[in-house]
C-alpha cells in the first residue's frame, strides 16, 4: 500500500525507484550475451540484453552507450520514448528497441546497416542497476578468385586471390580428396601466403601453388576467418590435356636436340655438316636432305606450340568465365537471402506488433467491461439500499 501511494503522488520516475525497490533491485540484474555478437558488413544485428528475473520495463530507462566514442551514446529510452539528444550521428535511425517486449523484460538494441566502425564494446544500463557490456565484432568477406598463372617444369601454377576481407583470413589449397597441399610431391606451393592490407584496413590474400597429374585434376582454393565463422571457397578443374600438351611440347623440344645430334650417313654430326656448308655446296643432297629434316621438325614445334599455347588461352577465358558467372551467381543468392530474412525478420516484428496490439485492446475491453459490470452492480445496490430506505418509511 505504500509504494502504491508513493506512485500515485511522486510520479513516474519516483514509481520507479520505488518499484525496483520494493521488488528488491539487489536481486534484479540485466544479463547479456556470454558470448561477442558477429556480424557482417551490411547486416542488421540484435545486441541481447534482458532483465532478470522478469521484470517490465517499459515505464524504465534504458540507455546504450560505447565508452570508447564520444559522445557515448548509442541509444536513449525514458519516458516511454526514445530521444536522440547526445546520440552519435553515425548511429542515427540505425538503432531501436523493441517496444513490444520491453514489458517482457527485453531491452535488446537493433542495430541496422552494419559497418566496420559500429565494432566495439556495447553497454546495456539501467539506472540503479549494475550495466552490462556486449562486444560487437563485425566482419567482411569476399570470393575467392583462381587463375593459371603460368607454368613451371612440367606444372600448371594457380593463384588465388581474395580481397576485401576484415579480420585478416587464412588461406589454403586443397586437393580433390580434402588434404591441404604442402611443398611436397606431389604439388609445390609457395612456402607463404601474401598478405596486403588498404588504406581501409581491409585485407587481401594471396598464394600459388603449382599442381601436376593427379586423378581428377581437381583444387579447391579456401579462406577462412575463424573470428567471424566464415568460409568461402573456389574450385577449379585443370585438364589433363593441358598437361598433355606441355608434355607434347617438352617431348618435341627433346626428339630436335637428339636429332641435331646423330650422325648423317657420311659419319659427320650434324652441326659439324652445317658449319661445312660452303664446302659441300648449294646443291649437296645430304645438306639439303638434313636441312628438310629439321625445317620440319621446327615447323612440327611451332604448331605444337602455337596449339598448346591456343588451347591454354582457351581454357583460361573458360574457367574466367565460369568464375565469375560463378561469383555472379552467388552474389545474387546471397542478395535474394538477405531480402528474404529481412522480409521474414519484418513480417515477425509486424505479427508481433499485431499480437501485442490486440492484447491490449483485449485487456483494455476487459477492463472496460469490468467498470461497466461494477458501475451496474453499483447502481443496482443503490437502487435496492434507496428502495429499502423508502419502504422502511
Given at each position: 500500500?505504500?509504494?502504491?501511494?508513493?506512485?500515485?503522488?511522486?510520479g513516474i520516475?519516483?514509481?520507479?525507484?520505488?518499484?525496483?525497490?520494493?521488488?528488491?533491485?539487489?536481486?534484479?540484474?540485466?544479463?547479456?550475451?556470454?558470448?561477442?555478437?558477429?556480424?557482417?558488413?551490411?547486416?542488421?544485428?540484435?545486441?541481447?540484453c534482458?532483465?532478470?528475473p522478469?521484470?517490465?520495463?517499459?515505464?524504465?530507462?534504458?540507455?546504450?552507450?560505447r565508452?570508447?566514442?564520444?559522445?557515448?551514446?548509442?541509444?536513449?529510452?525514458?519516458?516511454g520514448r526514445?530521444?536522440?539528444?547526445?546520440?552519435?550521428?553515425?548511429?542515427?535511425?540505425?538503432?531501436?528497441?523493441?517496444k513490444?517486449?520491453?514489458?517482457n523484460?527485453?531491452?535488446?538494441?537493433?542495430?541496422?546497416?552494419?559497418?566496420?566502425?559500429?565494432?566495439?564494446?556495447?553497454?546495456c544500463?539501467?539506472?540503479?542497476?549494475?550495466?552490462?557490456?556486449?562486444p560487437?565484432?563485425v566482419?567482411?568477406?569476399?570470393?575467392?578468385?583462381i587463375?593459371?598463372?603460368?607454368?613451371?617444369?612440367?606444372?600448371?601454377v594457380?593463384k588465388?586471390?581474395?580481397?576485401?576481407?576484415?579480420?585478416?583470413?587464412?588461406?589454403?589449397?586443397?586437393?580433390?580428396?580434402?588434404?591441404v597441399?604442402?611443398?611436397?610431391?606431389?604439388?609445390?606451393?609457395?612456402?607463404?601466403?601474401?598478405?596486403?592490407?588498404?588504406?581501409?584496413?581491409?585485407?587481401?590474400?594471396?598464394?600459388?601453388?603449382?599442381?601436376?597429374?593427379?586423378?581428377?585434376?581437381?583444387?579447391?582454393c579456401?579462406?577462412?576467418?575463424?573470428?567471424?565463422?566464415?568460409?568461402?571457397?573456389?574450385?577449379?578443374?585443370?585438364?589433363?590435356?593441358?598437361?598433355?600438351?606441355?608434355?607434347?611440347?617438352?617431348?618435341?623440344?627433346?626428339?630436335?636436340?637428339?636429332?641435331?645430334?646423330?650422325?648423317?650417313?657420311?659419319?659427320?654430326?650434324?652441326?659439324?655438316?652445317?658449319?661445312?656448308?660452303?664446302?659441300?655446296?648449294?646443291?649437296?643432297?645430304?645438306?639439303?636432305?638434313?636441312?628438310?629434316?629439321?625445317?620440319a621438325?621446327e615447323?612440327?614445334?611451332?604448331?605444337?606450340?602455337?596449339?598448346?599455347?591456343?588451347?591454354?588461352?582457351?581454357?583460361?577465358r573458360?574457367?574466367?568465365?565460369?568464375?565469375v558467372?560463378?561469383?555472379?551467381?552467388?552474389e545474387?543468392?546471397?542478395?535474394?537471402?538477405?531480402?528474404?530474412a529481412?522480409?521474414?525478420?519484418?513480417r515477425?516484428?509486424?505479427?508481433?506488433?499485431?499480437?501485442?496490439?490486440e492484447?491490449?485492446?483485449?485487456?483494455?475491453?476487459?477492463?472496460?467491461?469490468?467498470?461497466?459490470?461494477?458501475?451496474?452492480?453499483?447502481?443496482?445496490?443503490?437502487a435496492?439500499?434507496?428502495?429499502?430506505?423508502?419502504?422502511?418509511?
Amino acid at each position: 500500500m505504500k509504494t502504491s501511494a508513493a506512485c500515485c503522488f511522486g510520479g513516474i520516475i519516483l514509481c520507479i525507484g520505488l518499484s525496483l525497490r520494493a521488488a528488491g533491485s539487489s536481486q534484479i540484474q540485466l544479463v547479456g550475451s556470454a558470448d561477442p555478437v558477429v556480424a557482417l558488413a551490411g547486416d542488421n544485428v540484435i545486441l541481447p540484453c534482458y532483465l532478470e528475473p522478469n521484470v517490465s520495463a517499459v515505464d524504465m530507462m534504458v540507455e546504450w552507450t560505447r565508452s570508447d566514442l564520444k559522445p557515448q551514446r548509442v541509444h536513449l529510452y525514458r519516458e516511454g520514448r526514445d530521444s536522440d539528444g547526445e546520440q552519435l550521428p553515425s548511429y542515427r535511425g540505425r538503432t531501436s528497441l523493441f517496444k513490444e517486449e520491453l514489458k517482457n523484460s527485453n531491452v535488446s538494441l537493433k542495430l541496422t546497416g552494419v559497418t566496420l566502425s559500429d565494432a566495439g564494446d556495447y553497454k546495456c544500463f539501467i539506472p540503479t542497476l549494475k550495466e552490462t557490456t556486449i562486444p560487437l565484432i563485425v566482419g567482411v568477406v569476399s570470393q575467392p578468385v583462381i587463375s593459371i598463372n603460368g607454368t613451371k617444369d612440367w606444372g600448371v601454377v594457380l593463384k588465388c586471390d581474395s580481397g576485401g576481407w576484415y579480420p585478416q583470413p587464412e588461406l589454403e589449397w586443397l586437393d580433390s580428396h580434402g588434404n591441404v597441399l604442402s611443398a611436397t610431391e606431389p604439388t609445390e606451393t609457395s612456402n607463404s601466403t601474401e598478405t596486403e592490407m588498404n588504406p581501409e584496413g581491409r585485407y587481401t590474400v594471396r598464394r600459388y601453388v603449382t599442381v601436376r597429374n593427379t586423378d581428377n585434376n581437381r583444387f579447391t582454393c579456401r579462406v577462412v576467418q575463424p573470428q567471424i565463422n566464415q568460409t568461402r571457397e573456389t574450385q577449379i578443374h585443370v585438364p589433363a590435356k593441358k598437361n598433355l600438351d606441355l608434355q607434347t611440347k617438352l617431348d618435341t623440344e627433346e626428339r630436335i636436340r637428339q636429332h641435331v645430334e646423330e650422325k648423317d650417313e657420311s659419319g659427320s654430326n650434324r652441326v659439324e655438316m652445317m658449319e661445312m656448308q660452303p664446302l659441300l655446296g648449294p646443291g649437296s643432297e645430304t645438306e639439303r636432305g638434313g636441312r628438310q629434316a629439321v625445317d620440319a621438325l621446327e615447323d612440327q614445334e611451332r604448331e605444337e606450340g602455337r596449339q598448346a599455347v591456343d588451347a591454354l588461352e582457351d581454357q583460361e577465358r573458360e574457367e574466367g568465365r565460369q568464375a565469375v558467372d560463378a561469383l555472379e551467381d552467388q552474389e545474387r543468392e546471397e542478395g535474394r537471402q538477405a531480402v528474404d530474412a529481412l522480409e521474414d525478420q519484418e513480417r515477425e516484428e509486424g505479427r508481433q506488433a499485431v499480437d501485442a496490439l490486440e492484447d491490449q485492446e483485449r485487456e483494455e475491453g476487459r477492463q472496460a467491461v469490468d467498470a461497466l459490470e461494477d458501475q451496474e452492480r453499483e447502481e443496482g445496490r443503490q437502487a435496492v439500499d434507496a428502495l429499502e430506505d423508502q419502504e422502511a418509511t
